[in-house]
């Protein structure tokens, strides 16, 4: 949300599906630079893909997976005499990450001329 505040007026100028898929962190073929990083951010790195058509390059994203702290799970229970507290931990959350858990997700935005031509 604060790449969008901080490029606001840009942001506003952009089609309502394009402001949508920036809003919910997505890229979309035909995107331009500028629109991928207020929706992703900088990337991870940027590498020139020699042996294809000029002007094609690669963006990396690379996060790593859930990398939240397990939050216990807490269960009150009546019993005779007092009250019973057991507590547990676990993972929570989910989100996309490839090869299991707490393992780096890597997103390959290819540009073309300017615009995204493929997310992987």
């Known amino acids: 949300m604060s790449r969008i505040d901080a490029n606001r007026s840009v942001y506003e100028s952009w089609p309502v599906e394009v402001q949508s898929a920036v809003l919910e962190g997505r890229v979309e073929k035909g995107m331009t630079p ?3 990083r207020v929706a992703l951010g900088e990337p991870t790195r940027v590498e020139p893909r020699s042996g294809y ?7 990396i994203y690379v996060k790593k997976g859930d990398s939240k702290m397990p939050l ?9 005499g007092g009250v019973g507290v057991s507590t547990s931990t676990g993972r929570r959350g989910g989100g996309r990450s490839r090869g ?5 997700e890597e997103t390959q935005v290819v540009f073309q001329k300017g615009v995204v031509m493929r997310v992987n």
């Open 53 to 59: 058509d000029p002007g094609e390059e690669l963006w």
């Open 34 to 36: 500028e629109m991928v």
């Open 72 to 80: 216990p799970n807490i269960g009150v229970g009546t019993n005779i």
């Open 100 to 104: 299991g858990s707490g393992t780096p």
